[in-house]
């Protein structure tokens, strides 16, 4: 199974600043038909988690652009400019290009 | 809209067999996609379980393969999880969700969670 690495696991941010998530897989995502199948999810404090970032950097629906995701191969980061309140909980990235798919570890945001 | 719900007893003894089952509404379970169960233990990350497809196949993570059992009952739109010989390690949130392959393999609806801890 690929492995999905996820260092460090909190992250501690100020209102208002950026904050970076570094994802890594054990091997390449990029698919036979040429897509990089790289999610990222948020799940906020007592809910289900929601993907953010489908195909390495595509926002879904819904999720402000204050979120963004970046990287190829086997490195991958999700950026948000400016930390809200709400954006407290954890993220994780996780592989859908090769069966099965894999989350990793997560990495809580947290207010500082 | 596609809901999903799980269900199931909140306390389970060591040794003892975990079940859950998960009610989906708003989609067949026959149709098209995947349906899969996912736990997060305290403290710990997401780990995916096991998965059963629209034809009846089913895949297990290895770590838990000798241990798991995924069913549907296609009558009553659910699908079902057993975990034998539960210990400690096994108390976490339990989630059921839809797994499409759009978009690679991607969970785009997910329940609400059942929180599940093995004491004796």
């Known amino acids: 199974d690929v492995v999905m690495t996820q260092p460090p696991f909190s992250l501690p941010v100020a209102l208002g600043q950026p904050a970076s998530i570094s994802c890594r897989s054990s091997q390449s995502l990029v698919h036979s038909d040429g897509n990089t199948y790289l999610n990222w999810f948020q799940q906020r404090p007592g809910q289900s988690p929601r993907r953010l970032i489908y195909k390495v950097s595509n926002r879904d629906s819904g999720v402000p652009d204050r979120f963004s995701g970046s990287g190829s191969g086997t490195d991958f980061t999700l950026k948000i400019s400016r930390v809200e309140a709400e954006d407290v909980g954890v993220y994780y990235c996780m592989q859908g290009t090769h069966w099965p798919p894999t989350f990793g570890g997560g990495t809580k945001v947290e207010m500082k | 809209q596609v809901q999903l719900q799980e269900s199931g007893p909140g306390l389970v003894k060591p040794s003892e067999t975990l079940s859950l089952t998960c009610a989906v509404s708003?989609?067949?379970?026959?149709?098209?996609?995947?349906w899969a169960w996912i736990r997060r233990p305290p403290g710990k990350g997401l780990e995916w379980i096991a998965t059963?497809?629209?034809?009846?196949?089913?895949y297990y993570t290895p770590s838990l393969k000798s241990r798991v059992t995924i069913s549907v009952d296609t009558s009553k739109n659910q699908f079902f999880l057993k975990l034998r010989f539960v210990t400690a390690a096994d108390t976490a949130l339990y989630y059921c969700?839809?797994?499409?392959?759009?978009?690679?393999?991607?969970?785009?609806?997910w329940g609400q969670g059942a929180l599940v801890t093995v004491s004796s």
């Open positions: 059963v497809f629209h034809n009846g196949s089913t």
């Open positions: 969700a839809r797994l499409t392959p759009k978009d690679g393999y991607n969970f785009d609806y």
């Open positions: 708003g989609y067949s379970i026959t149709s098209d996609f995947f």
